[in-house]
């Protein structure tokens, strides 16, 4: 099944605030967070997770990277959840702690507020967003014990960034690779989400393949469950190939004219996809870095 929509996925498993921009929470003994979606979406975020915990509070957060759109309302929850610690990657605290990315996030959630009030969810957080130090700098493979029997296993699985963990929960067969895997669009349209490194994306993908789970977590938009969950990190592999060949041929006919090709780039896959769908201005600079690490690996091969 393909799930689009906020609220229960399996046992104590749940997506909360919008499934856009989703944080999951897993429930039980230990409370569990996964990212942290965009600042305006703050207030929406907290009152989710109240309506699931009520006066109990999360324990953990675990973030995937350092993009604006997963780690929005940390310092939000910090406030309304002291004790709530924060982990993610070495790489992620770093570019955490350097404020020009921190000034890009900033800058990146004060525009998405707008794109958020368009969607209708409400109440907005007007305020800025803030940065945060990190509480557990989760390393490559580590294990989290969350009580007996239940753990937290966390995968470095870069390709979109470098700094990218996904969580992997064995006992209940649920994998959050955000986006480690393709975005499912509209109409089913994969959008492969390699940003940094092309190989390493498709390694990642390989990886949680083999891990057989039957909730999968996307970055935005859907939870994969049963056998779509293991299908859809096939077909992220297969999207990932096709826009490859694709984007190899528009960089040839170009000469190598980054800008060129990211034109074309977008009117094959783009300019026809109905909304709603990503904001142009962020959908450009995403595959202008795609087509960039293509022309890069095109001439180290
Ligand atoms: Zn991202």
């Not at 700094?163 to 992997?168: I, L």
């Not at 090709?261 to 909304?275: M, S």
């Not at 142009?280 to 087509?291: F, I, K, P």
Request: with cysteine; net charge negative; charged share 25%.
């Amino acid at each position: 099944m393909i799930i689009q929509k906020t609220g229960k996925i399996g046992d104590d498993f749940y997506v909360i605030g919008s499934a856009a921009i989703p944080v999951y929470l897993l429930d039980g003994p230990v409370p569990v967070l996964f990212d942290a979606g965009m600042t305006a979406g703050a207030f929406l975020y907290e009152a989710g997770i109240k309506g699931i915990l009520g006066e109990r509070e999360p324990d953990f957060l675990f973030l995937s990277h350092s993009h604006f759109d997963h780690v929005g309302s940390v310092s939000h929850f910090k406030k309304v959840w002291p004790d709530l610690k924060i982990g993610g990657s070495v790489r992620c605290s770093e570019i955490l702690l350097k404020p020009k990315a921190v000034q890009l996030m900033r800058d990146l959630n004060f525009e998405g507020t707008n794109n958020i009030k368009k969607m209708s969810l409400a109440p907005i957080n007007e305020k800025r967003f803030e940065s945060f130090g990190l509480d557990i700098l989760v390393q490559p493979d580590q294990t989290i014990e969350l009580t007996l029997g239940l753990s937290v296993v966390a995968l470095n699985t870069p390709g979109h960034t470098w700094d990218f963990m996904s969580y992997w929960i064995p006992e209940k067969k649920i994998l959050i690779a955000s986006e480690a895997v393709a975005t499912y669009e509209n109409k089913g349209y994969l959008q492969p989400e390699f940003l940094v490194d092309f190989d390493a994306y498709i390694d990642s993908l390989n990886r949680l393949k083999n891990l057989g789970a039957t909730i999968l977590c996307a970055g935005h938009h859907s939870v994969f469950t049963d056998e779509d969950a293991v299908a859809h990190i096939r077909r992220s592999v297969k999207a990932a190939n096709d826009y490859l060949s694709m984007t190899e041929a528009f960089l040839a006919r170009e000469k190598g004219d980054i800008d060129q090709a990211v034109l074309r780039v977008k009117a094959e896959e783009w300019d026809n996809r109905p909304w709603p769908k990503q904001p142009e201005s962020a959908y450009l600079l995403n595959t202008w870095q795609r087509v960039n690490t293509i022309w890069n690996r095109m001439n180290r091969h």
